[in-house]
């Protein structure tokens, strides 16, 4: 009998984090809908080493599908760069009204959608908890990209 834990590591072979940007406020409601805050970051991305994109034939400004053990897929665009190692790809936590791809405009109020709208990390990261301290962990799980 395989090992379950092994299959994980093989199928998801990225670490994922999420975080925050400087560009953005909080969670990121407010600017999203700011239409001068708004233009300093305009979509959702995931930052991914130069190598592991090279792997997966992934170029800068591509849409990527990140996927995750839980059975998440979030689509946003590829920012290659150093700033990650070959291990890791990072996502901004600041984005919502996309889900797995699809535009959720049509869900918000007349005149409350957010100008920019991106793929949600928290919908893709795990439901874990830390034991000693019940904290619960949303901002890491592991994950796979590929080209969308």
């Known amino acids: 009998m395989q090992d379950k834990n092994i299959d994980i590591v093989k199928k998801f072979p990225l670490i994922l984090t999420s975080g925050r940007l400087v560009e953005y406020e909080g969670g990121g409601d407010?600017?999203?809908?700011?239409?001068?805050?708004?233009?300093?970051?305009?979509?959702?991305?995931?930052?991914?080493?130069?190598?592991?994109?090279?792997?997966?034939?992934?170029?800068?400004?591509?849409?990527?599908?990140?996927s995750t053990p839980t059975g998440a897929?979030?689509?946003?665009?590829?920012r290659v760069t150093e700033a990650v190692d070959r291990s890791t790809v990072f996502i901004p936590f600041h984005f919502a009204g996309h889900w797995q791809g699809k535009d959720l405009r049509q869900y918000y109020p007349e005149g409350a959608a957010p100008i920019v709208l991106g793929e949600a990390v928290n919908t893709a990261t795990t439901y874990g908890y830390d034991a000693v301290t019940m904290m619960q962990e949303t901002k890491t799980t592991v994950c796979q990209l590929e080209r969308a």
Not at 73 to 78: C, D, F, L
């Open 30 to 66: 407010e600017t999203r809908s700011n239409p001068w805050l708004a233009e300093l970051q305009q979509f959702a991305f995931v930052q991914v080493n130069p190598a592991v994109a090279n792997d997966r034939d992934i170029r800068e400004g591509d849409d990527v599908w990140v």
């Open 73 to 78: 897929r979030i689509k946003v665009r590829a």
